[in-house]
């Protein structure tokens, strides 16, 4: 069993920079993780994916803003954001797949943080 537990959230202006973080317990640095996020009234939707190697993917929408890296020491995913947009505004979620590839659908991952609220004004 995998326990996620996501932090580093806030509320920031446009053009600032946030790091998501998120604990893992046990080890899991093996497994494919991701980033999701979810906007009042809109589907969950992919934010970033790493795999066992280290070979990350992003969506179209944070590609070049958003970093995604992991610390296996210390069983914790991590999230750069950076140039934050108002459109960005979600609560994030980190995400372990059940499957060995970077899979961009949510219906993928098994286990689940409980989110963190990401709010960027304009």
């Known amino acids: 069993q995998v326990q996620l537990v996501e932090s580093g959230g806030g509320l920031v202006q446009a053009g600032a920079s946030l790091r998501l973080s998120c604990a893992a317990s046990g080890g899991f640095s093996r497994y494919v993780m991701g980033w999701f996020r979810q906007a009042p009234g809109k589907e969950r939707e992919f934010v970033a994916v790493i795999i066992g190697n280290g070979g990350t993917a992003y969506s179209d929408s944070v590609r070049g803003r958003f970093t995604i890296s992991r610390d296996a020491a210390k069983n914790t995913l991590y999230l750069q954001m950076n140039s934050l947009k108002p459109e960005d505004t979600a609560v994030y979620y980190c995400?372990?797949?059940?499957?060995?590839?970077?899979?961009?659908?949510?219906?993928?991952?098994?286990?689940w943080g409980q989110g963190t609220q990401v709010t960027v004004s304009s």
């Open positions: 995400a372990v797949s059940i499957y060995g590839t970077a899979s961009r659908r949510n219906t993928d991952y098994k286990y």
